[in-house]
């Protein structure tokens, strides 16, 4: 139920769109920018909401009516390379072709938030979404290799593959989304045994080691 209903609902069609640029430009505080998006449709009669519609499809609940998905076409070469999950105007979950090879790259999970909470550092609006985990995904394998944990739509931690071998070598933690540690494992065994500690005066790192896996770090000899 797409086109049909899109033709029946303009209005309805031009704010989800300009809402989906800006989700799929990745531009800061998105969700702020969509729920204003929403908020002050755009007159039908101005160009850029046409030319926006054009390469916008969404896509309705039969029964409903309801809003279910939004794609995208970003780039202008026919071929849709973004998709915002939604319900009604509530942003779910959101997928990116970044290097538009026809693959997703990057998958965005989203709770419904308060408006108390965060949304990539902007305060969320009436519970349009708040960022709670990104995945990147291998173009090679299609699984993920990275995995962001956002508290309140702000970096928390992470964990990575960097080498390719479907282990987690790479532990980042933040503190009101600063990066203050990254733990490494450097010798294939599963755990880190080495970590950099960041400092908030953004002075050089702290190197510590953890030789025996136990968990336990400390001063790492000087080499």
């Known amino acids: 139920m797409t086109g049909r209903s899109a033709a029946r609902h303009p209005s309805t069609f031009v704010r989800n769109a300009t809402l989906f640029v800006r989700l799929a430009a990745g531009l800061p505080g998105v969700l702020a920018l969509a729920a204003a998006a929403l908020a002050s449709a755009g007159c039908s009669e101005s ?22 998905k939004l794609a995208y076409d970003r780039n202008g070469d026919g071929r849709e390379d973004a998709w915002a999950f939604m ?3 509530r942003l779910l979950r959101a997928e990116l072709d970044d290097n538009f090879d026809g693959r997703v790259d990057r998958k965005e999970l989203y709770s419904a938030g308060s408006s108390d909470e965060r949304a990539g550092g902007t305060a969320a609006i009436r519970g349009q979404g708040v960022l709670t ?9 299609g699984a993920s290799f990275r995995e962001e944990t956002y508290d309140k739509g702000v970096l928390a931690r992470a964990e990575e593959d960097t080498d390719g071998d ?17 733990a490494l494992d450097t010798g294939r065994r599963g755990t880190p045994d080495r970590r950099l500690v960041y400092t ?11 030789p025996d896996g136990d968990g336990h770090f400390r001063p790492a000899a000087p080499q």
């Open 47 to 68: 160009p850029a909401p046409k030319l926006v519609a054009r390469r916008v499809s969404p896509t309705y609940r039969a029964d409903t009516g309801r809003l279910e």
């Open 87 to 89: 319900d009604g105007t």
């Open 133 to 141: 985990r990104v995945e990147l995904v291998s173009a090679a394998t």
């Open 166 to 182: 479907a282990r987690t070598d790479k532990w980042e933690r933040y503190e009101n989304g600063a990066l203050t540690s990254v």
């Open 200 to 210: 908030a005066d953004g002075g050089a790192p702290r190197i510590e080691s953890d």
